[in-house]
């Protein structure tokens, strides 16, 4: 008996499929979406680390008869599910230091803000310089935010928010950032994988 499509089987495994290839994960909590991508013979959540191959998931619905494996086969489904979970740990890993790192460069930014304006604040209020130009170079930082708060927040949108091929996208190449920043501020906003928009705030 030949195994039942993946994506059926997940459906009636309780998986909300959002594409041919992705689903919501049954297993896992919070609100993320779309965390499990799968192909006609495997499945595996981003999230939780949940894995399946067609047949092993068919079998447990009991859609199939159970049979023994074979040594040779038993390694070889094992040896599957320890690349998968293996790649997912790698993804999992590099996204959450992209996320890290946009999320520190927003809060740079942020106290670079509110400390200027603080300290523009006392000058202007009769404060004397603590050094000469000081006001100047206040006022140079301010300029520094203006510039690079709106990249800094469109980057920490789309990690945030973004759906979810997008965010591996973002995290995996560095080098190819420029283009969905400067998406996301043409448009004002990054969407996820239900379609909802993400105001980029500044």
């Not at 499990?36 to 959540?45: G, I």
């Amino acid at each position: 008996m030949s195994s039942p499509l993946m994506g059926d089987l997940l459906s009636h495994a309780g998986f909300c499929l959002r594409s041919r290839t992705r689903a919501d994960c049954a297993h896992c909590s919070g609100t993320s979406t779309g965390t499990v991508a799968y192909n006609a013979e495997l499945a595996h959540c981003f999230r939780c680390g949940w894995a399946a191959n067609a047949r092993g998931l068919a079998r447990s619905l009991g859609l199939l008869r159970e049979k023994s494996l074979s040594p040779e086969e038993y390694e070889r489904l094992r040896r599957e599910r320890q690349a998968l979970r293996q790649h997912a740990e790698v993804l999992l890993a590099v996204e959450k230091a992209a996320f890290l790192e946009a999320q520190e460069r927003v809060l740079q930014v942020e106290a670079m803000r509110r400390n200027a304006g603080s300290r523009l604040g006392a000058l202007r209020g009769g404060a004397p310089e603590r050094y000469a130009c000081e006001e100047e170079n206040v006022w140079q930082a301010l300029v520094e935010v203006h510039n690079q708060m709106p990249r800094a927040a469109a980057a920490y949108n789309i990690i945030a928010f973004a759906a979810h091929r997008d965010r591996l996208a973002f995290a995996l190449d560095p080098q190819a950032r420029d283009r969905p920043i400067s998406a996301a501020l043409e448009g004002g906003h990054v969407i996820d994988e239900r379609g909802y928009r993400f105001e980029v705030q500044l």
